[in-house]
């Protein structure tokens, strides 16, 4: 078991309401397998998916529960041992994860503080082949390593972040509708990539995606979201058969 997640709740706070966003959740997931996390909009899924990784405002949210990766519980953990799981270990793709790079940097500036968050010592070379095969992986030249983002388009940063949540090699990799923005074909082509890396590396992934074709295609199990909590969770094979 990579992740058991138990009475999980995340209620966002602030002064005149209180959102309880995920509710009372419960799953496991195995090492190797990749779970398609379904729901209508606004039933908890990046909520859950932030609140794992810890991303989320600490002000206004509350998270209760206990989320055991790897043998450490990721709602206690001290912020600075987040810091070594949070790249390294689980890293996330969201569908605007373009949003979160640095307008006045270099892609390559960029890839570098990731890659050496983790490797101060790894040398400028190493982490330009590094890069440069994710890149391939997501169909994009090495060109755009020394670009700024505005010089791409929404649709190759996206393929960037993706490239970017991959440089280190995650264990858990959590895509929340990472390529729903993109065209089917590129889509199709990141998915396979992916299924083939976890495969030879190992990785686990959340998928986290309305699609269900996608979730047919690249997960071998599916989970329900629904106002907040979670239900059955099966494997895709059976799910599907008896719909
Ligand atoms: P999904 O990813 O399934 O679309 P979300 O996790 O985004 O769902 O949202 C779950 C619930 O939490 C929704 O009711 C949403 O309106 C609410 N929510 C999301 N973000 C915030 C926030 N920052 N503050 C308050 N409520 C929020
Ligand atoms: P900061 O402005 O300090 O980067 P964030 O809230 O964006 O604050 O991120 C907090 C921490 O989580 C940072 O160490 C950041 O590198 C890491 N982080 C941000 N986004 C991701 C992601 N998608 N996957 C893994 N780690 C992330």
Partial sequence: MILEVKDFNVT??????????????????????????????GSGKSTLAMALLRLLSKKSTEISGTANFL???????????????RWKEISVVFQKSMNSLSPVHRIRTQVEDIYRVHNPKAAKEEIRDRFTYLLKLVNLSDRVYNL????LSGGMLQRVSIAISLLN??????????????????????????????????????????????VATSCNKVAVMYAGEMMEMGYVKEVLKNP
Wanted: charged share 30%.
């Fill in 71 to 85: 043998g450490r519980d990721l709602v206690n953990l001290s912020e600075e041992e987040l810091k070594e799981i």
């Fill in 169 to 214: 090699n995650p264990k858990l990799l959590i895509m929340d509708e990472a390529t729903t923005a993109l065209d089917v074909v590129t889509q199709g082509q990141i998915l396979d990539e992916v299924v083939k890396m976890e495969k030879e590396m190992d990785m686990t992934r959340i998928m986290i995606t309305h699609d269900m074709s996608v």
């Fill in 12 to 41: 966002y706070v602030n002064k005149h309401k209180r959102v309880y966003a995920v509710k009372n959740v419960n799953f496991n997931i195995d090492k190797g397998d990749s779970l398609g996390l379904v729901g209508e909009s």
């Fill in 148 to 151: 700024y983002p505005h010089e």
